[in-house]
């Protein structure tokens, strides 16, 4: 193990020293986290119209939440200090309004890398839902912003949370 990344493996308490067949405790929620096998049709038939999320897979290192959202739709403009944050397209089309007027439009199956520090504005394009598989790591601490510098969308004054 590489000597930097101890600052890393020192923030896992839970190491397995060898193979074991795989440790799932009673999920008591319909899709996780926790569940090894995660069936998206169900989800979107469970969760109905957008716009909605669904935090799906959390450990120390990872935070996965499907997003689905419907043409026009976007998030709170936000950034993050300690982490690159990166999507998987899965339905529709999006488009990521960044720092500098950077401007990513993306469709099913696209994959999309946010470096830290990068203003990220993301709304859904096109005439039908998208939904996006947001990768982060925890705390996943968000910098909330109260406009975006590429379109005239404003939100509230927000405290940095998660
Ligand atoms: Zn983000």
Redesign the pocket.
């Known amino acids: 193990m590489g000597t930097e990344y101890e600052g890393v493996v020192a923030a896992i308490n839970d190491v397995v020293e060898g193979p074991i067949p795989p440790r799932v405790e009673q999920v008591d929620n319909l899709f996780g986290p926790g569940l090894m096998h995660i069936e998206i049709q169900e989800i979107v038939d469970t969760m109905g119209p957008p716009p909605w999320s669904k935090l799906l897979i959390e450990d120390e290192r990872n935070r996965g939440t499907l997003i689905a959202s419907a043409p026009g739709q976007g ?1 709170h403009a ?3 200090s300690d982490f690159d ?1 990166w999507w998987f397209v899965m339905a529709g089309k999006l488009k990521w309004e960044l720092t500098g007027g950077k401007i990513i439009h993306a469709q099913k199956g696209d994959i999309v890398w ?1 470096p830290r520090g990068t203003v ?1 504005h ?1 709304v859904t394009e096109g005439d039908e839902m998208s939904m996006r598989f ?1 990768v ?1 790591m925890p705390p ?1 601490v ?1 910098v909330w912003q109260e406009e975006c510098e590429n379109c005239d969308v404003t939100w509230e004054k927000r405290s940095p949370s998660d």
């Open positions: 998030n936000h950034w993050h944050e946010i990220h993301i947001a982060a996943a968000h």
